[in-house]
């Protein structure tokens, strides 16, 4: 369990409300058991997680017996600023993603300029950090042996990136047997995602979501819409799901019609 044993220093540890980012966070804790006011635990919320996103990361805090700080993306004073929620008072309806759209002025974040992840995610957590009094951390991140390709150097000052699950060599087979032996998981449809329309998801994925669950995904559509642009080049959501309404079931039996590829979920 060393490669989970805590940087010295203030230690961040960004829970995504995956299984991945959970299963790293428990490792961390049985290493290090209770932990420091030095180390903090916290899920931004940008509105549009699944459901069973929020309530995953709330029953990793109760089962745990951790605190985990809740924070969403807002704007005071014409600034971009953060504020603190809870499992219960967190926008479910895409609040806080629909107030960074607004601040844009006809500008949608998309696969080049993934603004959405930036600000919501990364630099709301830097805020808070910030306004606890916070100058350099260790910024905790879930990725795994297997994806190592990913691993990066912080490019900000005020942080280093930590990277306990590929010190451990853990992959993706190791996260899953954890699960899997596990009282409680993650309810969310495989290949739905934490963020329930990211245009990160491949055309066929985007396509059978607005078949399985129209209401929610109508919001991504409205957003085009209001804006007048979109959020990935190869069309509008809102044509998209007028093609699925027409076409109905035949199409996803076609694996040659639908763009399969996928350029990954947002990770946070």
């Not at 629909?98 to 990364?122: A, F």
């Not at 990277?163 to 409680?184: C, E, G, I, M, R």
Request: aromatic letters at 12%; proline letters at 3%.
């Amino acid at each position: 369990m060393t490669a989970y044993k805590l940087p010295d220093g203030n230690v961040l540890i960004s829970f995504s409300g995956g299984r991945t980012s959970g299963y790293m966070l428990h490792q961390i804790l049985q290493a290090n058991g209770s932990l420091p006011n030095s180390c903090r635990v916290t899920f931004a919320n940008t509105g549009r997680e699944a459901t069973g996103t929020l309530d995953f990361v709330q029953e990793c805090a109760q089962r745990w017996g951790i605190h985990i700080t809740w924070l969403e993306y807002t704007r005071a004073n014409n600034r971009s600023t953060f504020k603190t929620v809870s499992h219960n008072s967190a926008g479910r309806n895409g609040e806080p993603f629909e107030e960074l759209i607004n601040s844009r002025r006809g500008y949608l974040p998309n696969q080049q300029t993934r603004y959405c992840t930036s600000e919501m995610k990364v630099l709301t957590i830097k805020r808070y950090l910030v306004n606890e009094g916070w100058t350099k951390w260790s910024n905790t991140v879930g990725i795994r042996a297997d994806e190592a390709h990913r691993l990066r150097t912080s490019t900000d000052k005020r942080w280093n990136n930590w990277y306990p699950l590929n010190d451990a060599q853990a992959t993706k087979h190791t996260v899953k047997s954890f699960w899997d032996a596990q009282p409680f998981d993650l309810k969310i449809t495989p290949g739905h995602g934490n963020c329930d329309g990211c245009f990160l998801k491949s055309e066929a994925t985007i396509a059978a979501l607005f078949r399985d669950m129209p209401d929610r995904m109508q919001w991504w559509a409205d957003q085009e819409q209001k804006v007048g642009a979109t959020f990935h080049k190869r069309g509008s959501y809102g044509a998209l799901a007028e093609f699925v309404n027409k076409q109905q079931s035949w199409l996803f039996n076609d694996e040659a019609f639908l763009c399969q590829a996928d350029g990954g979920e947002c990770t946070g």
